[in-house]
């Protein structure tokens, strides 16, 4: 069992946000698909989300509790998913983009564990490098502002080499982007798959960069100015990057 708080109902306006930034432009040829909390893309070439989004609250980040872990293929993708099956032998781990420590309630909490979420990953780069980010973006969320979130593989590395009877994709690297509206800041981070150790800092690129790399669009919804502004912005001490110490 994980710990990770359960509240069987939302917060009212919580389910719904009227603006979601976190939110990157659609891929074409990719099917946009709405879970309770977070939206993924996901690529049938690559068997694969290309990217999940989602918010993050102070509330949300302060949660405590257990879940279970339980993996299964996501009904909505209307191409399928790949399975867990497929990770049988393969050297990989099933990781997951929204993390279930991320998520406050019994459905969005569940829908973490879909395939649509998931992506291989080295046993190690999860343990240590791609868990460590996740538990400082909570920390940051903790500091008192929502934050917004998109990531997944950097599908712009094709081709790759596959495993499973689903010909699951493995990614070379992962990418993570970050978003916070009223301290008008934003950081993006691109982690190679055979990591093993390293300090986020160490990964910390602009929004820009990671753009560059991905061919995506983040937060489009943002006012131009703004956008423009936070993701060119290489400024990474408006980041605390010391709460992992605390």
């Not at 509240?7 to 040829?29: D, F, T, W």
């Not at 191409?79 to 990770?87: E, I, L, R």
């Not at 973006?137 to 903790?142: C, F, L, N």
Request: glycine letters at 6%.
């Amino acid at each position: 069992m994980k710990k990770l708080l359960c509240l069987s109902i939302l917060l009212p306006g919580l389910m719904i946000q009227a603006q979601q930034y976190e939110l990157p432009a659609p891929s074409p040829r990719e099917q946009q698909v709405k879970h309770t909390l977070f939206t993924v893309s996901y690529n049938e070439n690559y068997e694969l989300p290309s990217w999940a989004a989602w918010q993050i609250t102070p509330e949300q980040a302060g949660a405590t509790g257990t879940f279970k872990e339980k993996y299964a293929e996501d009904p909505k993708v209307t191409t399928g998913t790949a399975s867990n099956k497929d990770y049988k032998n393969a050297g990989f781990i099933i990781g997951q983009l929204v993390p279930p420590e991320d998520m406050f309630s019994s459905p969005a909490l569940e829908e973490t564990f879909l395939m649509s979420n998931t992506v291989p990953q080295k046993p190690a780069f999860n343990k240590y490098v791609w868990k460590a980010l996740e538990k400082l973006i909570r920390e940051w969320a903790k500091e008192g502002n929502t934050l917004y979130i998109a990531a997944g593989p950097v599908l712009a590395d094709a081709p790759f080499g596959t495993f499973g009877s689903n010909k699951v994709s493995i990614p070379t690297r992962y990418y993570k982007v970050v978003l916070d509206v009223n301290g008008e800041r934003a950081i993006g981070f691109i982690i190679r798959n055979n990591v093993a150790s390293g300090v986020p800092k160490t990964f910390a690129l602009s929004v820009d960069e990671v753009e560059k790399i991905t061919g995506i669009d983040f937060f489009p919804q943002l006012p131009d100015e703004m956008e423009q502004q936070v993701e060119s912005s290489k400024d990474f001490t408006k980041w605390n990057f010391k709460a992992l110490e605390q």
